[in-house]
């Protein structure tokens, strides 16, 4: 794989059209590979977008955010400003407001509030039957809030990982003029969008399960994002306090032997990934699939006289 090594470590005298392509096809690796600054995001607001359009949507309106950031980190690495990267370890703190925002959103996907604990959950209390709570979850979804994503995408662009390096530390500074700062980090975000636009289409359509009408196709699709942004919300958050409690989590890895960043080595952002997506996001799925069959098999709910 000399071609991947050439990538990750770019040789000198690079003409700023061959610095640009660079920038955009390690976008284009960034956004295909497991990374956990897009994927979680890119997976719980494309599958509650319920259809190919608004999937690819979410994936270009959180890309758009993170491309902004991007521009703005590549000029501060031309002017030499972005050393805190290398003095400090934001990967914390950048997990837990992520956290945060997600959590938020899955909340008011859920329950139509910004804010919401479910209190009641914890001390016990069961006032309804369980058929009548799940039927009033589903009756009371949220659309997807999509602009979400822009906020997302300018705070999960803080990330810093294998790839911002190169661009940021390496491919900036030889642009040759402060003009041209920014391209690295805009070709570096348009690489992103256009696979995470593609990944954004293909998770919007695993909520297409055979036998579930359009109706029920948006409901699965709703709860199945704002579970995966709330409880993958409060992992990120842990996951971040625990990274700033004892940094040391952080250079946790186990190496994969292969060189693509993000794929060569099970670390915490792996692991992340694997929680949120594979495990949460996908338990998601299965639970609303299950909740929504049982809820057609037994008809409507009936009142007392």
Partial sequence: MSWVNWLLNPPAGLSLGMIILISYVLGLLHGATPDEHTWPIT???????????????????????????????????????????????LDGPVYIVVGIV???????????????????????????????ERRSIYDQLKDVPLRMT???????????????????????????SILYAPL???????????????????????????GLGEGDIKKLGAATAGRTLYYGGIAFVLIGA???????????????????????????????VLIVVGGIGIASIIKSYRDIRSLKSAGPTKTAA
């Fill in 43 to 89: 997976f719980s607001y494309a599958v509650g977008s319920y259809s190919t359009r608004r999937g690819m949507k979410a994936g270009f309106l959180f890309s758009l955010g993170f491309t902004l950031q991007r521009a703005l980190l590549t000029t501060l690495g031309f002017l030499g400003l972005a050393y805190f990267y290398q003095k400090y370890n």
């Fill in 102 to 132: 997600m959590a938020i959103a899955g909340s008011y996907v859920l329950k139509g509030k910004y804010v919401h604990l479910e209190f009641d959950r914890l001390l016990g209390s069961r006032t309804h039957s369980k058929e009548a």
């Fill in 150 to 176: 822009i906020v997302h995408g300018l705070i999960a662009g803080f990330g810093f990982g294998a790839y911002a390096t190169i661009i940021t530390f390496i491919l900036a500074p030889r642009v040759g």
């Fill in 184 to 210: 690295p980090g805009v070709m570096f975000g348009l690489g992103t969008m256009t696979m995470q636009i593609i990944f954004g289409a293909l998770f919007a359509n695993i909520a297409r399960l055979k």
């Fill in 242 to 272: 625990l990274v700033v409690a004892i940094p040391a989590i952080d250079s946790f890895a186990i190496s994969t032997g292969n060189p693509i960043p993000n794929l060569n080595a099970i670390d915490i952002g792996f692991l992340l």
